[in-house]
């Protein structure tokens, strides 16, 4: 979907979520990201202007992993009352809900303060931070991270089924091997994955986990 085209979807949309016919909607921008498509934009209504993130799955995908929306709305909405910060989810729609995108979507506030680290070289302000300061932000990330393990996913996370099992989470990354555009990096992969597989606890801590916990995916 380009630009064009959502910005004609979206006056509806905000009209209908605003419940006001005289809203207008401008700023429509493609944001950065790889698990789906991302887009900025701003709603002008009588009270001022809001600014809002749409992200949508790629298309010609199935909705399942990271592009099924309601997961990442799921995991989301179970941080809130939390100490982790999160955006919070304003709008989504799941597979029944196709009126507005043609697919499902969840929308959130826009983060105007702060920055990624980047990655590529696109770090260049971490560097001039002082030693201190990189701790902090650290340990910063590690309160976060295991904020999301205290989740009490029993109660909040029931649409993201039952517990994947600590076999399952080793053996599941055969398929990204096999699929490997330098196989002759990843030669040790055997090795370790047999390693793993005979050293797995007994009774692991069950918990929310996020699945790609770096710098470049921190506010």
């Known amino acids: 979907m380009d630009v064009a085209e959502l910005s004609e979807r979206l006056v509806p949309f905000a009209r209908a979520k605003y419940d006001d016919p005289d809203v207008t909607v401008d700023e429509v921008v493609t944001m950065p990201g790889h698990a789906g498509f991302a887009y900025g934009f701003a709603v002008h209504h009588a009270g001022g202007v809001d600014r809002w993130f749409l992200r949508l799955p790629p298309p010609d995908v199935r909705w399942r992993g990271t592009a099924d929306m309601l997961r990442q709305v799921t995991a989301l909405e179970a941080l809130e009352g939390t100490a982790v910060p999160h955006c919070h989810v304003r709008w989504s729609g799941g597979p029944d809900d ?50 999301i393990h205290r989740v009490e996913w029993q109660e909040r996370c029931a649409y993201l089924g039952e517990p994947v099992s600590l076999a399952d989470d080793v053996t599941r990354w055969d398929r990204f091997v096999d699929k490997a555009a330098d196989p002759e990096a990843l030669g040790d992969v055997p090795a370790l994955r047999q390693l793993l597989l005979d050293r797995l606890p007994a009774a692991a801590h069950v918990g929310l986990f996020h699945g790609d916990f770096q710098f470049s995916n921190l506010w």
């Open 98 to 147: 196709l009126e507005w995108f043609g697919r499902p979507y969840f929308v959130v506030e826009q983060l105007d303060d702060g920055s990624v680290v980047g990655m590529g070289g696109g770090a260049g302000w971490v560097s001039d931070l002082t030693a201190a300061q990189r701790t902090q932000m650290g340990r910063q990330a590690m309160d976060a991270l295991a904020g």
